[in-house]
């Protein structure tokens, strides 16, 4: 937006820094990291907190800027927006996972027609109110990635190294064909990592670590084509786009955000989820990719410039629809 001659302030808790942006830092407490929610469970503000200081803030300067944009995947600034005099747009990062938070999504889109904004269509469709959505994909810096026209002999899985990410799969198809795997990501639960190691001992599988993108872009360039095997419902899939940028096709199940991401036939494969056959079979025809579209379909639809695209248009409508109050 700043390339585009736009005036913006990002709003942050403090420690948050970019030497390039001008960032408002503001104190307060984190909110909680919970790692196993409940679909019931309450919305939780800590004394304090600093998303609640972030809002007041928001608040008192929301005279000074045509809008507010919201990142942040809590339930106060849902809340809060129908309230503000300055249209409040919000990016939601992930398919619906929290009642509460659910429910005040479903109030805005009805209070605040036109604000909501989702990586993908089959995220939308998580809510109740899918059509309420503006659809933006997602983007990534193309520039911090090489493209690779030769690979090497290895295919790819990059993710959190847990259960809902269906690593056992990639592994398993592994294992029967032979063919070497890559395996990148956090080490999320060492205990599943281990189920799995002792359930295929033999599979000729290595573990790359998490690595920063600089020597992640390199070593997954390399790669004949990255796996995605997740079980659960991916708002975007992020790394299918990391891939597309270095020029290696995608093989994904049909399911989540990379259904929308990879053209099938073109810049990868979709199979049928769970499909360990398909999955295989998918993996011999990857030759048939040409791994020059992949790059190019990650520049054309996945670039900052092509999000800054989709983000100028969304605004210039919501500005349309809310004039100044």
């Known amino acids: 937006m ?14 948050s820094s970019d030497k390039l942006l001008p960032i408002k830092q503001v104190e307060g407490e984190l909110q909680p990291c919970i790692p196993k929610t409940k679909y019931a469970d309450p919305a939780i503000i800590p004394n304090n907190a600093v998303l609640a200081n972030m809002w007041d803030y928001a608040r008192q300067v929301q005279g000074d800027y045509d809008l507010i944009l919201n990142f942040s995947h809590e339930w106060l600034p849902f809340y809060l927006s129908p309230f503000f005099s300055c249209p409040v747009l919000h990016y939601v990062c992930i398919g619906a996972s929290i009642l509460v938070i659910d429910r005040q999504i479903e109030r805005v889109a009805h209070l605040c027609p036109g604000t909501l904004g989702a990586h993908t269509r089959v995220q939308a469709a998580t809510y109740s109110v899918p059509q309420s959505f503006r659809i933006l994909g997602g983007a990534i810096d193309i520039t911090q990635y090489e493209f690779c026209p030769e690979p090497g002999d290895s295919f790819a899985w990059a993710g959190r190294i847990t259960p809902n990410k269906g690593l056992e799969d990639a592994i398993a198809v592994a294992n029967t064909t ?3 795997l890559k395996i990148f990501g956090l ?3 060492p205990e599943y990592w281990e189920q ?3 359930d295929y001992p033999n599979a000729p599988i290595e573990y790359m670590g998490f690595l920063p993108t600089k020597k992640f872009q390199g070593e997954l360039g390399e790669c004949r084509a990255l796996l995605m095997t997740h079980r ?5 899939g992020r790394v299918a786009l990391e891939a597309l940028a270095c020029g290696v096709p995608v093989i994904s199940y049909r ?13 990868g494969w979709l199979v049928e989820p769970d499909n360990l056959e398909e999955l295989i079979g998918a993996m011999k025809r990857i030759d048939q990719i040409n791994r020059y579209l992949c790059r190019q379909r990650a520049e054309t639809e996945y670039s900052l410039p092509a999000l800054g695209n989709r ?15």
């Open 178 to 180: 032979g063919l070497k």
């Open 255 to 267: 399911r989540g955000g990379p259904l929308e991401i990879v053209v099938d036939g073109e810049t």
């Open 311 to 325: 983000l100028e248009q969304w605004f210039e409508e919501v500005l349309r629809r809310y004039p100044s109050q």
């Open 2 to 15: 700043i390339g585009r001659q736009h005036q913006l302030q990002i709003v942050s808790p403090r420690g």
């Open 196 to 198: 799995i190691r002792q």
């Open 187 to 189: 080490m999320q639960n």
């Open 232 to 236: 659960w419902i991916e708002a975007l």
